[in-house]
């Protein structure tokens, strides 16, 4: 601990030489405005003008010239951008030197080059059509698709509707449509390390589907809040799964209801979703599944001695299941012989992001209260090890440029789902992210 003090002590102190946040330049090339515009603190945290851009479809465009005809408005140039991540982690559990095997494993300082490297397309299709390409470009087996969303818009009144068909391999069914910034879908957090700073993302892809998700998102928004129903599946690419069990039904259903009021300076999210129905996964597994999940969240974005600050709130909970809840993956009707009866997966989150030189460096703090969901073998009961599982989470990103960041996460776990010999214990994450 004493060693990542040293280092976030050593980002500061480096930071009076920086300018300026990260974020996806696809954007900001349509748009002709600088990133920060419509980032608060650092990417990708959306501030109110980016939840907006974000909410009317991508579709918004600036000094960039048009090609325009009859019902024709599209950018002069196809916008793309590329984000990439390099990862240095370590933790804290067993060695594979020690193991024996090839020493590549978090507790021998794991380098993960390209952890993230996508091709991203994305912006204006019509004056009220846009859309988002994520082609992952380190994907096994040379698929490029990790994800593709088509919002269409129509505004009625002081509201935005729209209808978004989409699908994705890790982002989970919010991907359709979400507007926060505390992790309630796993691409827009506030902190790298989202399984300990989001409550949501604590369940989001521990199950059967890993994320994967594909759907209509049929959403509301105006300047009180927005409202999102989703019929989905917890599948990726269903259309061309023409032999995978199950993957055309969609017989899951996401409810989302967020209010977005400013209460002085403070422009706050609060709100709750809920996930239900059994829907059959994707090519790869072919299952089916429950998707049951329900949280609330809290977020506030305000200043406090002068400079921005996020507050993150978060609780969610996923049961246990005899169809094995693609939230949870507790299987009740395959519990091991001598297994307490698995319980609802759960988290309860608190975080708090402190701008300490704006536009570049921010350093932040998380705590995560949890239950792993999981049956427990009546042996472990004995041996101590139940289902608790804590963390305590502390985070600094410095902004090299408006667009190349350095951060660091630091979690300490505990709790006694722990109790056993090569837990981890800890996790240290140094990462370069870049986009262009």
Same mark, same amino acid.
């Given at each position: 601990m004493k060693k990542i003090v040293l280092s976030i002590a050593g980002?500061?102190?480096?930071?009076?030489?920086?300018?300026?946040?990260?974020?996806?330049?696809?954007?900001?090339?349509?748009?002709?405005?600088?990133?920060?515009?419509?980032?608060?603190?650092?990417f990708p945290v959306l501030n109110g003008f980016g939840r907006s851009f974000k909410a009317a479809g991508y579709t918004m465009m600036g000094a960039q010239e048009k090609v325009e005809?009859?019902? &024709?408005?599209?950018?002069?140039?196809?916008?793309?951008?590329i984000l990439a991540k390099v990862l240095y982690q370590k933790d804290n559990s067993a060695s594979a030197k020690v193991l024996g095997t090839d020493p590549n494993l978090p507790a021998d300082g794991q380098l993960q080059f390209g952890d993230e490297f996508s091709l991203f397309f994305g912006g204006r299709v019509a004056e009220n059509i846009g859309f988002l390409f994520e082609g992952n470009t380190v994907n096994a087996g040379g698929q490029l698709l990790a994800g593709f969303k088509f919002p269409i818009g129509f505004d009625v009144g002081g509201a935005k509707l729209s209808v978004t068909p989409f699908t994705t391999d890790a982002l989970g069914v919010q991907y359709g449509y979400e507007l926060s910034s505390g992790g309630v879908m796993r691409a827009n957090r506030w902190a790298e390390h989202r399984r300990?700073? @989001?409550?949501?993302?604590?369940?989001?892809?521990?199950?059967?589907?890993?994320g994967m998700a594909t759907g209509i998102a049929l959403s509301a928004q105006n300047d009180m809040g927005f409202i999102n129903i989703t019929k989905w599946a917890p599948s990726f690419g269903m259309g061309a799964n023409v032999a995978a069990l199950n993957s055309f039904d969609m017989k899951s259903t996401y409810?989302?209801?967020?209010?977005?009021?400013?209460?002085?300076?403070w422009a706050m999210v609060l709100g709750a979703g809920s996930m239900s129905g059994t829907s059959g996964t994707g090519p790869l597994v072919a299952a089916v599944v429950d998707t049951k999940q329900t949280f609330f969240d809290f977020q506030a974005q305000g200043e406090v001695a002068g400079k921005e600050m996020g507050? $993150? &709130?978060?609780?969610?909970?996923?049961?246990?299941?005899?169809?094995?809840?693609?939230?949870?993956?507790? &299987?009740?009707?395959?519990?091991?012989?001598?297994?307490?009866?698995? @319980?609802?997966?759960?988290?309860?989150?608190?975080?708090?992001? $402190?701008?300490v030189i704006p536009h570049t460096l921010s350093i932040g703090a998380a705590y995560r209260n949890a239950k792993t969901g999981g049956a427990v073998t009546a042996a472990n009961v004995l041996a101590g090890r139940g289902t608790q599982d804590n963390a305590i989470t502390v985070t600094a990103v410095y902004d090299m440029v408006q667009n190349v960041a350095l951060h660091i996460n630091h979690s300490q776990y505990s709790g006694n789902s722990r109790n056993f010999v090569g837990a981890q214990k800890s996790l240290t994450t140094l990462m370069l992210e870049a986009a262009w």
């Open positions: 980002v500061m102190a480096a930071a009076a030489f920086a300018p300026e946040a990260s974020a996806l330049p696809a954007f900001a090339r349509q748009t002709g405005m600088a990133c920060t515009a419509c980032h608060a603190q650092h005809g009859d019902h &024709l408005s599209i950018p002069n140039a196809l916008n793309a951008a300990e700073t @989001s409550a949501i993302q604590y369940n989001a892809d521990r199950g059967i589907d890993a409810i989302r209801v967020a209010a977005t009021p400013t209460v002085g300076d507050v $993150y &709130l978060q609780h969610a909970s996923a049961p246990a299941t005899i169809n094995g809840n693609s939230y949870n993956g507790a &299987l009740l009707a395959v519990a091991p012989v001598g297994a307490i009866a698995a @319980s609802d997966r759960k988290a309860t989150t608190i975080g708090v992001d $402190y701008t």
